[in-house]
């Protein structure tokens, strides 16, 4: 009798431990990992605007350690001994304790700025005669670049799925709480009972615990959820907007050292007709060694300067492939068809461009949605003010009478466990989430005046730029050149030695310089005011 006895309570303590390990975390969690760390379930997107730092639970107390001395749910709890005692987890008596998802604290998510490619600093340009080359009429425009990036570049890829992740953890916040068995033997003696030693029959229980949400903390969880999905799908939207923007700075980057290498390749040529005419004027004595040698040195240096030049192009256009994602081997045979010149009209008043960035810029519409998730957050801590109550069946109690040699009979019991919200009415995480409201808004107001600041900056750059690329078109250079010809022709004619006539040269070639850097610039001008707009009004 005393092997099956110990046998009996051997199979409850196993049954009971495996109860135990089930019983724990009840209910539907959403977990979350290190922010942004490699394989981490942090948001590769930022923070989430409206997302507090205890979104979705750290309700006081929610360890369980205070009631059932264990892990939150470890050890179920038991006033008394007998058929309808309560067996429920530690977590029934507190509001529930669910991680956020994709839970970060909140914040901007600045764009890291990229280096753009400049000119280089030595070497001499002159401007072309006739229309700017726009490359091969196929080649690479900017809409297809846009397009292939969207389509190949990894980076975008990776944060794609923060998408469907975010579905998951909707997925999960609508899943119900598990119902808790629970078996037990009771009344077992220690050898047995004796008419000296009486005791009760020893009673062996088998009880189903199931929770139900009365205060409809699933649904909240599932509105919290839903809601950060749209503000997650917002910040794709709003990675997209940084991506192209880099890829305005690559492409320009080409088509700017393209023009560079143009600019260089005519400046050699035409020094190569100096040289030669140097040359033949100090064959008739009516130039000096030293000018010969100060023709050669200025040759010398453009030459350097145009391989310097076409090094560049070939840069950038690994640089392009790298946000293609084109193959090493393949970015540098990468041909565009573009212009740095501006041939577009205007865009339209700056106030409709303010109203356009403020109503339409994704990082904006993320931190309005982001209001209604931390809003929805308020309504989630609420809800997790009252924990779920637990109904008790007992449908198999089974009395041991064999020791008195009278009939075991079976019983069945009913009970209900409800948590008293006297102390923790999740107080703290109520007051976390409305504070989180407000300041989710005042980020957001934040952020629409550094936008309207963004869009006035961007809209004067591109007005002073293009008032400068006139300016220099109109005026400054045709007068540079006129000064070159008209020197050059004294050169020719003997009244002035080439020390003058490579001075005005030099003046030339700086106007050149300044040409192309301002007409490069107005072209990323045009593009930046794309980026803070959010969309393209400038081709």
Same mark, same amino acid.
């Given at each position: 009798?005393?092997?099956?006895?110990?046998?009996?309570?051997?199979?409850?303590?196993?049954?009971?431990?495996?109860?135990?390990?089930?019983?724990?975390?009840?209910?539907?969690?959403?977990?979350?990992?290190?922010?942004?760390?490699?394989?981490?379930?942090?948001?590769?997107?930022?923070?989430?605007?409206?997302?507090?730092?205890?979104?979705?639970?750290?309700?006081?107390?929610?360890?369980?350690?205070?009631?059932?001395?264990?892990?939150?749910?470890?050890?179920?709890?038991?006033?008394?001994?007998?058929?309808?005692?309560?067996?429920?987890?530690?977590?029934?008596?507190?509001?529930?304790?669910?991680?956020?998802?994709?839970?970060?604290?909140?914040?901007?998510?600045?764009?890291?700025?990229?280096?753009?490619?400049?000119?280089?600093?030595?070497?001499?340009?002159?401007?072309?005669?006739?229309?700017?080359?726009?490359?091969?009429?196929?080649?690479?425009?900017?809409?297809?670049?846009?397009?292939?990036?969207?389509?190949?570049?990894?980076?975008?890829?990776?944060?794609?799925?923060?998408?469907?992740?975010?579905?998951?953890?909707?997925?999960?916040?609508?899943?119900?709480?598990?119902?808790?068995?629970?078996?037990?033997?009771?009344?077992?003696?220690?050898?047995?009972?004796?008419?000296?030693?009486?005791?009760?029959?020893?009673?062996?229980?088998?009880?189903?615990?199931?929770?139900?949400?009365?205060?409809?903390?699933?649904?909240?969880?599932?509105?919290?959820?839903?809601?950060?999905?749209?503000?997650?799908?917002?910040?794709?939207?709003?990675?997209?907007?940084?991506?192209?923007?880099?890829?305005?700075?690559?492409?320009?980057?080409?088509?700017?050292?393209?023009?560079?290498?143009?600019?260089?390749?005519?400046?050699?040529?035409?020094?190569?007709?100096?040289?030669? *005419?140097?040359?033949? @004027? &100090?064959? /008739?004595? =009516?130039?000096?060694? #030293?000018?010969?040698?100060?023709?050669? $040195? !200025?040759?010398?240096?453009?030459?350097?300067?145009?391989?310097?030049?076409?090094?560049?192009?070939?840069?950038?256009?690994?640089?392009?492939?790298?946000?293609?994602?084109?193959?090493?081997?393949?970015?540098?045979?990468?041909?565009?068809?573009?212009?740095?010149?501006?041939?577009?009209?205007?865009?339209?008043?700056?106030?409709?461009?303010?109203?356009?960035?403020?109503?339409?810029?994704?990082?904006?519409?993320?931190?309005?949605?982001?209001?209604?998730?931390?809003?929805?957050?308020?309504?989630?801590?609420?809800?997790?003010?009252?924990?779920?109550?637990?109904?008790?069946?007992?449908?198999?109690?089974?009395?041991?009478?064999?020791?008195?040699?009278?009939?075991?009979?079976?019983?069945?019991?009913?009970?209900?466990? *409800?948590?008293?919200? @006297? &102390?923790? /009415?999740? =107080?703290?995480?109520? #007051?976390?989430?409305?504070?989180?409201? $407000? !300041?989710?808004?005042?980020?957001?107001?934040?952020?629409?005046?550094?936008?309207?600041?963004?869009?006035?900056?961007?809209?004067?750059?591109?007005?002073?730029?293009?008032?400068?690329?006139?300016?220099?078109?109109?005026?400054?250079?045709?007068?540079?050149?006129?000064?070159?010809?008209?020197?050059?022709?004294?050169?020719?004619?003997?009244?002035?030695?080439?020390?003058?006539?490579?001075?005005?040269?030099?003046?030339?070639?700086?106007?050149?310089?300044?040409?192309?850097?301002?007409?490069?610039?107005?072209?990323?001008?045009?593009?930046?005011?794309?980026?803070?707009?959010?969309?393209?009004?400038?081709?």
């Amino acid at each position: 009798m005393l092997r099956q006895i110990l046998a009996r309570v051997a199979l409850v303590a196993l049954s009971t431990a495996a109860v135990s390990e089930c019983a724990r975390a009840q209910g539907p969690t959403i977990e979350s990992g290190p922010s942004s760390s490699p394989g981490g379930e942090g948001s590769m997107l930022g923070s989430v605007p409206g997302m507090g730092g205890n979104s979705l639970g750290g309700s006081p107390g929610g360890g369980g350690g205070v009631l059932s001395g264990g892990e939150q749910g470890g050890a179920p709890i038991s006033g008394r001994t007998g058929a309808t005692a309560p067996h429920v987890p530690a977590s029934a008596f507190n509001p529930s304790n669910l991680p956020s998802p994709n839970n970060q604290p909140s914040g901007f998510a600045a764009p890291i700025p990229r280096p753009t490619l400049n000119a280089p600093a030595y070497g001499s340009y002159s401007m072309p005669s006739g229309p700017e080359d726009d490359g091969p009429p196929d080649g690479l425009t900017l809409d297809q670049a846009i397009e292939q990036l969207i389509k190949g570049s990894l980076d975008l890829r990776a944060k794609f799925y923060e998408i469907p992740q975010a579905q998951a953890d909707i997925l999960n916040a609508g899943l119900r709480s598990n119902p808790v068995l629970y078996a037990d033997a009771q009344l077992v003696p220690y050898g047995r009972y004796t008419r000296e030693r009486p005791g009760g029959q020893t009673q062996y229980d088998l009880n189903v615990s199931y929770p139900l949400d009365l205060s409809r903390k699933r649904q909240a969880r599932t509105l919290y959820a839903t809601r950060a999905k749209r503000v997650i799908e917002a910040q794709y939207q709003d990675a997209v907007r940084l991506a192209i923007d880099q890829l305005y700075s690559a492409f320009v980057d080409v088509l700017s050292a393209r023009q560079t290498v143009r600019y260089a390749e005519f400046s050699v040529k035409g020094l190569n007709q100096l040289y030669n *005419v140097t040359m033949e @004027l &100090y064959k /008739r004595d =009516q130039n000096t060694r #030293a000018d010969v040698y100060r023709v050669q $040195t !200025q040759l010398n240096s453009a030459q350097v300067g145009l391989i310097d030049a076409q090094e560049n192009l070939r840069k950038a256009k690994r640089s392009l492939g790298v946000l293609l994602n084109y193959p090493p081997d393949k970015a540098e045979s990468i041909e565009v068809r573009g212009t740095i010149q501006d041939v577009a009209a205007p865009p339209p008043p700056a106030d409709e461009l303010i109203r356009m960035a403020l109503g339409l810029r994704p990082d904006v519409v993320s931190y309005r949605l982001g209001v209604k998730t931390a809003e929805s957050n308020v309504r989630l801590q609420l809800a997790n003010r009252f924990s779920d109550v637990y109904v008790l069946y007992q449908p198999y109690t089974f009395q041991d009478n064999t020791p008195n040699g009278t009939k075991s009979p079976t019983s069945w019991a009913l009970g209900v466990t *409800v948590p008293l919200p @006297l &102390y923790n /009415r999740n =107080q703290g995480g109520i #007051a976390r989430a409305k504070l989180n409201v $407000t !300041q989710t808004q005042i980020q957001l107001a934040t952020l629409e005046r550094q936008v309207v600041t963004d869009v006035q900056q961007a809209i004067k750059e591109y007005e002073v730029t293009r008032t400068m690329v006139e300016r220099i078109r109109k005026e400054i250079e045709p007068a540079a050149r006129q000064v070159r010809d008209d020197t050059h022709r004294l050169y020719l004619g003997g009244e002035v030695n080439v020390v003058v006539f490579l001075g005005a040269q030099r003046e030339y070639q700086d106007t050149v310089k300044q040409y192309l850097d301002t007409v490069v610039r107005h072209r990323r001008a045009m593009l930046a005011l794309n980026t803070v707009l959010g969309q393209r009004v400038l081709p």
